[in-house]
T-cell receptor, first 117, second 118 residues
Framework: AQKVTQAQTEISVVEKEDVTLDCVYETRDTTYYLFWYKQPPSGELVFLIR??????QNEISGRYSWNFQKSTSSFNFTITASQVVDSAVYFCALSEAYGGSSYKLIFGSGTRLLVRP | KAGVTQTPRYLIKTRGQQVTLSCSPI?????VSWYQQTPGQGLQFLFE???????NKGNFPGRFSGRQFSNSRSEMNVSTLELGDSALYLCASSPPASGRLSRTDTQYFGPGTRLTVL
């Protein structure tokens, strides 16, 4: 069965430090999609990135970067020069297909990031 | 473009009652998925609707049901509430305007409805 593991339950850093959130996944699908979502205290899940399984090119968006390594089934997320506003719970998710081209999201347990001033 | 909206944002009910939660997807999105978030079980898939049809359902008892209307708005209903139903219920909508939810579609989430069962 599909599974996503986020081993880091909580991380605390001081502002301006770099921080990496780990994500390891298990799937039998040959084509799949990986996602990162941010959940601030308000509760809404904010979409950050989607990566498909056949594209291992790393991506950078401002202070955010993602490292996808199929060989180790990992999709790690790095925040450079963290800011207090980055404090949130971050979820890694994997697509699980059903009924043709439809899918549901399998979420990891989340990593709570606290950025202290 | 307005995001996914969910109403109400907060609900307090007592055991045995029933509750209906509402979700309005992003304009043009035709698929709506529901997820339950609890401290113990995390985020779990409830069901997904497309064109007023339930296409898949997660591992939840029959007390959990839903429906979708012709304008893509969706409701979920929980009957005979139990204490364990206390959770944040999140709704997500997906593009495209075509007839199928593809693997490349991203699910965009609403702010959730926080249900407390006393």
């Amino acid at each position: 069965a599909q599974k996503v593991t986020q081993a880091q339950t909580e991380i605390s850093v001081v502002e301006k430090e770099d921080v990496t959130l780990d994500c390891v996944y298990e799937t039998r699908d040959t084509t799949y999609y990986l996602f990162w979502y941010k959940q601030p205290p308000s509760g809404e899940l904010v979409f950050l990135i989607r990566r498909n399984s056949f594209d291992e090119q790393n991506e950078i968006s401002g202070r955010y970067s993602w490292n996808f390594q199929k060989s180790t089934s990992s999709f790690n997320f790095t925040i450079t020069a963290s800011q207090v506003v980055d404090s949130a719970v971050y979820f890694c998710a994997l697509s699980e297909a059903y009924g043709g081209s439809s899918y549901k999201l399998i979420f990891g347990s989340g990593t709570r990031l606290l950025v202290r001033p | 473009k307005a995001g996914v909206t969910q109403t109400p944002r907060y609900l307090i009910k007592t055991r045995g009652q029933q509750v209906t939660l509402s979700c309005s997807p992003i304009s043009g999105h035709r698929s709506v998925s529901w997820y339950q978030q609890t401290p113990g079980q995390g985020l779990q898939f409830l069901f997904e609707y497309f064109s007023e049809t339930q296409r898949n359902k997660g591992n939840f008892p029959g007390r959990f049901s839903g429906r979708q209307f012709s304008n893509s708005r969706s409701e979920m209903n929980v009957s005979t509430l139990e204490l364990g139903d206390s959770a944040l219920y999140l709704c997500a909508s997906s593009p495209p305007a075509s007839g199928r939810l593809s693997r490349t579609d991203t699910q965009y989430f609403g702010p959730g409805t926080r249900l407390t069962v006393l």
